[in-house]
Nanobody
Framework: VQLQASGGGLVQAGGSLSVTCAAS????????VGWFRQAPGKEREFVAA????????YYADRVLGRFTTSRDNAKNTVTLHMNNLDPEDTAVYYC???????????????WGQGTLVTVSS
């Protein structure tokens, strides 16, 4: 499956933005999906994960209560909804697909190219 994250952009602190992961080839519906981000000069970090059914979701502590992830299997997409954004949320956001909704990047088999989210203060 080939993934593409989209919807990034520039937003002011305190604002909201959603990024969407879509499969350009194959189906996303059978995979668990993770969201990760990488800020300049920093390592890639876990943001959120959702199981293939949508019944299980995990969030990193620093985004809990501000970010939610959901999926629409009819549209073959997964979305990360980000609220109350902070400049520290500035990063390239990646979606990844695999067979477990984990916090560990290496457990995911397929990765999209990422989309840049910039939060201005």
């Amino acid at each position: 499956v080939q993934l593409q994250a989209s919807g990034g952009g520039l937003v002011q602190a305190g604002g909201s933005l959603s990024v969407t992961c879509a499969a350009s080839e194959g189906t996303l519906n059978i995979y668990d999906v993770g969201w990760f981000r990488q800020a300049p000069g920093k390592e890639r970090e876990f943001v959120a994960a959702i199981s293939w059914s949508g019944g299980t979701r995990y969030y990193a502590d620093r985004v809990l209560g501000r970010f939610t992830t959901s999926r629409d299997n009819a549209k073959n997409t997964v979305t990360l909804h980000m609220n109350n954004l902070d400049p520290e949320d500035t990063a390239v956001y990646y979606c990844a697909a695999g067979e477990l909704p984990t916090r560990v990047p290496d457990t995911y088999n397929y990765w999209g190219q990422g989309t840049l989210v910039t939060v201005s203060s």
